[in-house]
Protein backbone atom coordinates (compact mmCIF):
# COMPACT_ATOMS: atom_id res chain seq x y z
CA UNK A 1 0.00 0.00 0.00
CA UNK A 2 1.27 3.63 -0.94
CA UNK A 3 2.19 5.64 1.89
CA UNK A 4 -0.20 8.32 2.71
CA UNK A 5 -3.06 5.84 1.56
CA UNK A 6 -5.88 5.03 3.47
CA UNK A 7 -6.75 1.51 3.84
CA UNK A 8 -10.26 2.66 3.15
CA UNK A 9 -8.82 4.57 -0.15
CA UNK A 10 -6.83 1.82 -1.43
CA UNK A 11 -10.01 -0.65 -0.68
CA UNK A 12 -12.18 1.29 -2.23
CA UNK A 13 -10.04 1.77 -5.31
CA UNK A 14 -9.48 -1.87 -5.41
CA UNK A 15 -13.45 -1.64 -5.56
CA UNK A 16 -13.28 0.82 -8.59
CA UNK A 17 -11.03 -1.45 -10.37
CA UNK A 18 -13.13 -4.35 -10.01
CA UNK A 19 -16.84 -2.61 -10.64
CA UNK A 20 -15.76 -0.09 -13.35
CA UNK A 21 -18.19 -2.11 -15.62
CA UNK A 22 -21.15 -2.32 -14.13
CA UNK A 23 -20.84 1.76 -12.63
CA UNK A 24 -20.40 2.77 -16.35
CA UNK A 25 -23.15 0.86 -17.35
CA UNK A 26 -25.22 2.76 -14.60
CA UNK A 27 -23.61 5.83 -16.49
CA UNK A 28 -24.70 4.54 -19.65
CA UNK A 29 -26.92 1.43 -19.94
CA UNK A 30 -28.00 1.77 -23.71
CA UNK A 31 -24.10 1.21 -24.03
CA UNK A 32 -23.51 -2.31 -22.08
CA UNK A 33 -25.24 -3.97 -24.88
CA UNK A 34 -22.61 -3.18 -27.72
CA UNK A 35 -20.77 -5.84 -30.08
CA UNK A 36 -17.22 -6.52 -29.64
CA UNK A 37 -14.82 -3.61 -30.46
CA UNK A 38 -12.62 -4.00 -33.76
CA UNK A 39 -9.16 -2.96 -34.28
CA UNK A 40 -8.74 -1.41 -37.75
CA UNK A 41 -5.55 -0.69 -38.73
CA UNK A 42 -3.84 1.56 -41.54
CA UNK A 43 -1.96 -1.75 -43.26
CA UNK A 44 -4.77 -4.57 -42.51
CA UNK A 45 -8.30 -6.07 -41.97
CA UNK A 46 -10.07 -5.51 -38.69
CA UNK A 47 -9.78 -8.27 -35.80
CA UNK A 48 -12.35 -8.27 -32.87
CA UNK A 49 -11.00 -7.44 -29.81
CA UNK A 50 -13.13 -7.97 -26.92
CA UNK A 51 -11.82 -5.77 -24.07
CA UNK A 52 -12.42 -8.24 -21.27
CA UNK A 53 -10.36 -10.75 -22.88
CA UNK A 54 -7.39 -8.55 -23.70
CA UNK A 55 -3.83 -9.16 -21.62
CA UNK A 56 -3.62 -6.47 -19.37
CA UNK A 57 -0.07 -6.88 -18.58
CA UNK A 58 2.73 -3.52 -17.93
CA UNK A 59 3.51 -1.66 -21.06
CA UNK A 60 7.11 -2.37 -22.06
CA UNK A 61 9.34 0.31 -22.25
CA UNK A 62 8.58 2.03 -25.49
CA UNK A 63 5.23 0.45 -25.82
CA UNK A 64 2.15 2.09 -26.80
CA UNK A 65 -1.21 0.78 -26.88
CA UNK A 66 -3.57 2.98 -28.37
CA UNK A 67 -7.55 2.60 -28.03
CA UNK A 68 -9.94 4.82 -29.79
CA UNK A 69 -14.05 5.13 -31.03
CA UNK A 70 -14.39 5.61 -34.78
CA UNK A 71 -15.03 9.93 -34.74
CA UNK A 72 -12.46 12.43 -36.19
CA UNK A 73 -12.24 13.62 -32.26
CA UNK A 74 -9.70 10.65 -32.59
CA UNK A 75 -7.58 12.23 -35.47
CA UNK A 76 -4.40 12.81 -33.94
CA UNK A 77 -4.08 9.59 -31.96
CA UNK A 78 -4.35 8.19 -35.43
CA UNK A 79 -2.71 10.35 -37.60
CA UNK A 80 0.92 9.93 -35.49
CA UNK A 81 0.60 6.25 -36.07
CA UNK A 82 -0.11 6.85 -39.85
CA UNK A 83 2.56 9.53 -40.32
CA UNK A 84 4.97 7.59 -38.46
CA UNK A 85 5.45 9.92 -35.58
CA UNK A 86 5.58 7.23 -33.08
CA UNK A 87 8.38 5.13 -34.21
CA UNK A 88 10.23 8.47 -34.58
CA UNK A 89 9.76 9.14 -31.24
CA UNK A 90 10.75 6.10 -30.36
CA UNK A 91 8.08 4.04 -29.06
CA UNK A 92 6.97 1.01 -30.59
CA UNK A 93 3.31 1.13 -31.38
CA UNK A 94 0.51 -1.65 -32.01
CA UNK A 95 -1.94 -1.16 -34.43
CA UNK A 96 -4.74 1.39 -32.66
CA UNK A 97 -7.46 -0.31 -31.59
CA UNK A 98 -11.42 0.79 -32.16
CA UNK A 99 -13.92 0.43 -29.70
CA UNK A 100 -17.47 0.68 -30.46
CA UNK A 101 -18.47 2.86 -27.24
CA UNK A 102 -17.31 5.17 -24.57
CA UNK A 103 -18.19 2.27 -21.93
CA UNK A 104 -15.87 0.01 -24.11
CA UNK A 105 -12.82 2.68 -24.43
CA UNK A 106 -13.10 3.88 -20.43
CA UNK A 107 -13.25 0.45 -19.41
CA UNK A 108 -10.22 -0.67 -21.26
CA UNK A 109 -8.15 2.47 -20.45
CA UNK A 110 -8.81 1.66 -17.21
CA UNK A 111 -7.86 -2.22 -17.19
CA UNK A 112 -4.71 -1.24 -18.87
CA UNK A 113 -5.53 -2.74 -22.22
CA UNK A 114 -4.67 0.25 -23.70
CA UNK A 115 -2.07 3.09 -23.07
CA UNK A 116 -3.52 6.23 -24.22
CA UNK A 117 -7.22 7.18 -25.40
CA UNK A 118 -9.02 10.23 -26.31
CA UNK A 119 -11.60 10.57 -24.02
CA UNK A 120 -14.43 12.86 -23.28
CA UNK A 121 -13.31 15.16 -20.91
CA UNK A 122 -16.57 15.15 -18.80
CA UNK A 123 -16.03 11.06 -18.50
CA UNK A 124 -12.57 12.19 -17.67
CA UNK A 125 -13.32 14.55 -14.51
CA UNK A 126 -15.87 11.50 -13.89
CA UNK A 127 -13.32 8.91 -13.57
CA UNK A 128 -11.04 10.79 -11.81
CA UNK A 129 -13.30 12.59 -9.30
CA UNK A 130 -16.32 10.34 -9.30
CA UNK A 131 -14.68 7.10 -9.12
CA UNK A 132 -10.94 7.58 -8.20
CA UNK A 133 -9.63 6.17 -11.55
CA UNK A 134 -5.89 7.78 -11.26
CA UNK A 135 -5.48 9.23 -15.07
CA UNK A 136 -4.11 12.08 -16.27
CA UNK A 137 -5.11 14.50 -18.99
CA UNK A 138 -1.99 15.31 -20.80
CA UNK A 139 -3.36 17.23 -23.29
CA UNK A 140 -6.63 18.28 -25.50
CA UNK A 141 -6.94 16.00 -28.71
CA UNK A 142 -9.11 18.60 -30.55
CA UNK A 143 -11.77 21.76 -30.24
CA UNK A 144 -15.08 21.66 -31.81
CA UNK A 145 -16.19 18.85 -34.05
CA UNK A 146 -19.63 18.01 -33.13
CA UNK A 147 -23.57 18.73 -33.75
CA UNK A 148 -27.22 18.49 -32.95
CA UNK A 149 -28.56 16.58 -35.93
CA UNK A 150 -32.09 16.42 -36.22
CA UNK A 151 -34.62 14.91 -38.65
CA UNK A 152 -35.88 17.08 -41.66
CA UNK A 153 -39.11 18.31 -39.89
CA UNK A 154 -37.18 19.88 -37.00
CA UNK A 155 -36.91 23.79 -37.86
CA UNK A 156 -36.22 24.95 -34.53
CA UNK A 157 -35.02 24.15 -30.82
CA UNK A 158 -38.69 24.03 -29.57
CA UNK A 159 -40.09 21.62 -32.15
CA UNK A 160 -38.37 19.17 -30.22
CA UNK A 161 -40.36 19.67 -27.18
CA UNK A 162 -42.00 15.80 -26.95
CA UNK A 163 -39.45 14.08 -28.59
CA UNK A 164 -36.35 12.11 -27.98
CA UNK A 165 -32.73 13.35 -28.99
CA UNK A 166 -29.63 11.24 -28.06
CA UNK A 167 -26.09 11.78 -26.76
CA UNK A 168 -23.00 9.41 -26.49
CA UNK A 169 -22.24 9.27 -22.56
CA UNK A 170 -24.12 11.58 -19.78
CA UNK A 171 -20.75 12.78 -18.87
CA UNK A 172 -20.18 14.70 -22.11
CA UNK A 173 -19.99 18.22 -23.23
CA UNK A 174 -22.52 17.07 -26.05
CA UNK A 175 -24.87 16.29 -22.80
CA UNK A 176 -24.04 19.51 -21.33
CA UNK A 177 -24.23 22.30 -24.19
CA UNK A 178 -27.57 20.38 -25.38
CA UNK A 179 -29.31 20.78 -21.84
CA UNK A 180 -28.28 24.45 -22.21
CA UNK A 181 -29.49 24.81 -25.69
CA UNK A 182 -32.94 23.03 -24.65
CA UNK A 183 -32.60 25.67 -21.46
CA UNK A 184 -32.45 28.49 -24.08
CA UNK A 185 -35.46 27.35 -26.20
CA UNK A 186 -37.57 27.17 -23.29
CA UNK A 187 -37.68 23.20 -22.81
CA UNK A 188 -36.84 20.79 -19.87
CA UNK A 189 -34.54 17.87 -20.41
CA UNK A 190 -35.96 14.32 -18.49
CA UNK A 191 -34.14 11.30 -18.53
CA UNK A 192 -36.97 8.65 -17.43
CA UNK A 193 -40.56 8.35 -18.51
CA UNK A 194 -42.22 9.77 -21.72
CA UNK A 195 -41.59 13.28 -23.55
CA UNK A 196 -44.47 15.71 -23.90
CA UNK A 197 -44.63 18.24 -26.23
CA UNK A 198 -47.68 20.20 -23.90
CA UNK A 199 -45.13 20.04 -20.97
CA UNK A 200 -42.36 20.93 -23.52
CA UNK A 201 -40.10 17.88 -22.25
CA UNK A 202 -37.35 16.37 -24.03
CA UNK A 203 -36.47 12.85 -23.33
CA UNK A 204 -32.83 12.20 -23.39
CA UNK A 205 -31.32 8.57 -23.89
CA UNK A 206 -27.59 7.16 -24.53
CA UNK A 207 -26.90 5.98 -27.53
CA UNK A 208 -23.23 4.71 -29.18
CA UNK A 209 -22.27 7.49 -31.61
CA UNK A 210 -23.07 4.35 -34.54
CA UNK A 211 -26.17 3.95 -33.50
CA UNK A 212 -27.31 7.37 -33.74
CA UNK A 213 -27.79 8.03 -37.75
CA UNK A 214 -29.73 4.33 -38.17
CA UNK A 215 -31.92 5.57 -35.17
CA UNK A 216 -32.74 9.14 -36.33
CA UNK A 217 -33.73 7.70 -40.10
CA UNK A 218 -35.75 5.08 -38.56
CA UNK A 219 -37.69 7.64 -36.44
CA UNK A 220 -37.00 6.70 -32.86
CA UNK A 221 -35.48 9.56 -32.31
CA UNK A 222 -36.00 13.13 -33.38
CA UNK A 223 -31.93 14.06 -33.35
CA UNK A 224 -28.51 13.54 -31.88
CA UNK A 225 -25.75 15.42 -30.54
CA UNK A 226 -22.29 13.73 -31.51
CA UNK A 227 -18.72 13.85 -32.33
CA UNK A 228 -18.35 14.05 -36.40
CA UNK A 229 -18.31 12.43 -38.52
CA UNK A 230 -21.85 11.18 -37.21
CA UNK A 231 -23.51 14.64 -38.49
CA UNK A 232 -22.05 14.89 -41.66
CA UNK A 233 -22.60 10.94 -42.15
CA UNK A 234 -26.39 12.10 -41.69
CA UNK A 235 -26.12 14.75 -44.41
CA UNK A 236 -24.75 12.88 -46.61
CA UNK A 237 -26.94 10.28 -46.46
CA UNK A 238 -29.86 12.66 -46.28
CA UNK A 239 -30.96 10.99 -43.23
CA UNK A 240 -30.96 14.23 -41.33
CA UNK A 241 -29.58 17.89 -41.40
CA UNK A 242 -27.52 19.80 -38.57
CA UNK A 243 -29.11 22.60 -36.30
CA UNK A 244 -26.48 24.18 -34.64
CA UNK A 245 -22.37 23.35 -34.41
CA UNK A 246 -20.96 23.08 -30.48
CA UNK A 247 -18.24 25.77 -31.39
CA UNK A 248 -21.24 27.67 -32.54
CA UNK A 249 -22.12 27.25 -28.81
CA UNK A 250 -19.37 27.17 -26.67
CA UNK A 251 -16.26 28.50 -28.84
CA UNK A 252 -13.56 26.45 -29.34
CA UNK A 253 -14.49 24.09 -26.49
CA UNK A 254 -13.10 20.76 -25.97
CA UNK A 255 -14.82 17.67 -26.51
CA UNK A 256 -12.14 14.69 -26.27
CA UNK A 257 -8.66 15.05 -24.59
CA UNK A 258 -5.33 12.96 -23.89
CA UNK A 259 -5.15 10.82 -21.30
CA UNK A 260 -2.53 8.40 -19.45
CA UNK A 261 -2.20 6.65 -16.49
CA UNK A 262 -1.07 8.40 -13.71
CA UNK A 263 1.62 6.38 -12.91
CA UNK A 264 3.16 6.23 -16.30
CA UNK A 265 3.53 10.35 -16.24
CA UNK A 266 4.84 10.02 -12.82
CA UNK A 267 7.57 7.03 -13.46
CA UNK A 268 8.16 7.40 -17.23
CA UNK A 269 8.06 10.73 -17.87
CA UNK A 270 10.04 10.54 -20.97
CA UNK A 271 7.78 8.05 -22.25
CA UNK A 272 5.15 10.12 -21.45
CA UNK A 273 6.56 13.30 -23.43
CA UNK A 274 7.15 10.87 -26.76
CA UNK A 275 3.70 9.99 -26.66
CA UNK A 276 2.75 13.68 -26.39
CA UNK A 277 5.14 15.07 -28.77
CA UNK A 278 3.94 12.47 -31.23
CA UNK A 279 0.25 13.38 -31.06
CA UNK A 280 1.13 17.43 -30.78
CA UNK A 281 2.88 16.66 -34.02
CA UNK A 282 -0.11 15.26 -35.85
CA UNK A 283 -2.27 18.28 -34.62
CA UNK A 284 0.09 20.24 -36.49
CA UNK A 285 0.08 18.00 -39.50
CA UNK A 286 -3.93 17.54 -39.30
CA UNK A 287 -4.28 21.61 -39.49
CA UNK A 288 -1.75 22.28 -41.99
CA UNK A 289 -2.73 19.34 -44.30
CA UNK A 290 -5.91 18.69 -44.08
CA UNK A 291 -6.89 17.01 -46.96
CA UNK A 292 -4.26 14.64 -46.60
CA UNK A 293 -5.44 13.71 -43.32
CA UNK A 294 -8.92 12.62 -44.56
CA UNK A 295 -7.08 10.79 -47.02
CA UNK A 296 -5.18 8.70 -44.31
CA UNK A 297 -8.54 8.60 -42.14
CA UNK A 298 -11.02 7.22 -44.20
CA UNK A 299 -11.54 3.58 -44.93
CA UNK A 300 -10.40 2.44 -48.04
CA UNK A 301 -11.01 -1.02 -48.34
CA UNK A 302 -8.84 -2.99 -45.72
CA UNK A 303 -6.96 -0.08 -45.53
CA UNK A 304 -8.08 3.33 -43.03
CA UNK A 305 -8.91 4.50 -39.28
CA UNK A 306 -12.42 5.13 -39.71
CA UNK A 307 -15.58 3.28 -41.42
CA UNK A 308 -17.11 6.41 -42.45
CA UNK A 309 -16.98 7.06 -46.18
CA UNK A 310 -14.34 10.06 -47.24
CA UNK A 311 -17.04 12.17 -48.32
CA UNK A 312 -17.87 12.35 -45.09
CA UNK A 313 -14.56 13.08 -43.36
CA UNK A 314 -13.78 15.28 -45.61
CA UNK A 315 -16.86 17.56 -45.18
CA UNK A 316 -15.63 17.79 -41.77
CA UNK A 317 -12.07 18.66 -41.82
CA UNK A 318 -12.80 20.65 -45.23
CA UNK A 319 -15.21 22.78 -43.39
CA UNK A 320 -17.70 22.48 -46.56
CA UNK A 321 -20.66 24.72 -46.93
CA UNK A 322 -19.67 27.11 -44.07
CA UNK A 323 -21.43 30.60 -46.02
CA UNK A 324 -24.66 28.15 -46.39
CA UNK A 325 -24.80 26.86 -43.03
CA UNK A 326 -24.32 30.65 -41.59
CA UNK A 327 -26.99 31.98 -43.93
CA UNK A 328 -29.20 29.49 -42.73
CA UNK A 329 -28.37 30.22 -39.08
CA UNK A 330 -27.06 26.74 -38.11
CA UNK A 331 -24.53 28.98 -37.29
CA UNK A 332 -25.22 32.26 -35.53
CA UNK A 333 -21.96 33.24 -34.23
CA UNK A 334 -20.23 33.77 -37.49
CA UNK A 335 -17.55 36.39 -36.48
CA UNK A 336 -16.45 33.88 -33.88
CA UNK A 337 -15.04 32.39 -36.50
CA UNK A 338 -15.13 28.50 -35.24
CA UNK A 339 -13.69 25.77 -37.76
CA UNK A 340 -15.96 23.08 -37.62
CA UNK A 341 -13.29 21.12 -36.16
CA UNK A 342 -9.59 22.15 -35.23
CA UNK A 343 -6.50 21.04 -33.00
CA UNK A 344 -5.40 23.12 -30.37
CA UNK A 345 -3.70 20.87 -27.55
CA UNK A 346 -3.35 23.32 -24.69
CA UNK A 347 -5.83 22.01 -22.06
CA UNK A 348 -6.69 26.19 -20.34
CA UNK A 349 -7.20 25.73 -16.59
CA UNK A 350 -10.66 28.06 -17.07
CA UNK A 351 -12.11 25.35 -19.92
CA UNK A 352 -11.59 23.02 -17.09
CA UNK A 353 -13.37 25.45 -14.28
CA UNK A 354 -16.12 26.73 -16.11
CA UNK A 355 -17.25 22.67 -17.57
CA UNK A 356 -17.47 21.79 -13.80
CA UNK A 357 -19.25 24.39 -13.17
CA UNK A 358 -21.58 23.47 -16.15
CA UNK A 359 -21.91 20.02 -15.33
CA UNK A 360 -23.22 20.76 -11.59
CA UNK A 361 -26.32 22.35 -13.66
CA UNK A 362 -26.44 19.34 -16.02
CA UNK A 363 -28.49 16.20 -15.54
CA UNK A 364 -27.24 12.92 -15.42
CA UNK A 365 -27.99 9.30 -14.40
CA UNK A 366 -26.60 8.04 -10.94
CA UNK A 367 -24.76 10.17 -8.40
CA UNK A 368 -23.40 13.29 -8.80
CA UNK A 369 -22.76 14.59 -6.14
CA UNK A 370 -18.72 14.37 -6.46
CA UNK A 371 -19.57 17.46 -8.22
CA UNK A 372 -20.38 19.82 -5.80
CA UNK A 373 -17.00 18.76 -3.84
CA UNK A 374 -14.68 19.93 -6.34
CA UNK A 375 -12.73 22.94 -5.75
CA UNK A 376 -12.82 23.81 -9.70
CA UNK A 377 -9.27 24.97 -9.93
CA UNK A 378 -7.22 22.54 -7.73
CA UNK A 379 -9.27 19.70 -9.67
CA UNK A 380 -7.61 21.11 -12.86
CA UNK A 381 -4.29 20.95 -10.91
CA UNK A 382 -5.45 17.12 -10.11
CA UNK A 383 -6.80 16.10 -13.11
CA UNK A 384 -3.68 17.66 -15.84
CA UNK A 385 -0.50 17.23 -16.55
CA UNK A 386 0.36 20.02 -18.68
CA UNK A 387 4.13 19.79 -19.00
CA UNK A 388 4.75 17.50 -21.78
CA UNK A 389 2.21 19.42 -23.96
CA UNK A 390 3.92 22.93 -22.95
CA UNK A 391 7.28 20.93 -23.96
CA UNK A 392 5.87 20.08 -27.35
CA UNK A 393 4.44 23.38 -27.89
CA UNK A 394 7.91 24.92 -27.66
CA UNK A 395 9.26 22.18 -30.12
CA UNK A 396 6.32 22.80 -32.22
CA UNK A 397 7.36 26.56 -32.56
CA UNK A 398 5.42 27.89 -29.79
CA UNK A 399 1.70 28.38 -29.03
CA UNK A 400 0.60 31.05 -32.08
CA UNK A 401 1.38 27.88 -34.56
CA UNK A 402 -1.52 26.25 -33.15
CA UNK A 403 -3.82 29.65 -32.98
CA UNK A 404 -2.90 29.54 -29.48
CA UNK A 405 -2.41 32.74 -27.44
CA UNK A 406 1.52 33.14 -25.76
CA UNK A 407 0.41 33.54 -22.50
CA UNK A 408 -1.68 30.31 -22.91
CA UNK A 409 -4.76 31.97 -21.04
CA UNK A 410 -8.11 32.53 -22.10
CA UNK A 411 -11.70 33.55 -21.12
CA UNK A 412 -14.74 31.21 -21.80
CA UNK A 413 -17.50 32.27 -24.87
CA UNK A 414 -20.41 30.48 -24.51
CA UNK A 415 -23.76 31.50 -26.08
CA UNK A 416 -26.31 28.79 -26.93
Known amino acids: ?38 SSAAGGSPTVVVPSQRTSTATASGQL ?23 EEGLSVEQPTMFRSWAQVAEAFQARQVDVVHLLMPLAIWMRFGQQVPVKLVAWDHVNGSALTVAERIERLEDLAGATVAIPFWYSIHNVLLQRLLERAGLRPILEGQPSASERTVKLVVLAPADMAPALANGSIAGYIVAEPFNALAEVQKAGKILRFSGDVWLDHACCVVMLHEEECVSRPDWAQA ?67 DFRPYPFSSYTA ?63
Open 65 to 87: RIGYLPITDAAPLLLAHAKGFYR
Open 1 to 38: MKRGMTRRTFLRRAATTLSLTPLLAACGSAEKSETPAT
Open 275 to 341: VVRAVVRAQRFARENRAEAAQLLAKRGDRGYLPQPLQAIERVLLDHDHDRYVREGVIRHPEWSAARI
Open 354 to 416: ALIEHLRRTRVQGDASFLQQLDPLRAHEELVDDRFVRQALTEEGGPAVFGLPESLEREELIDP
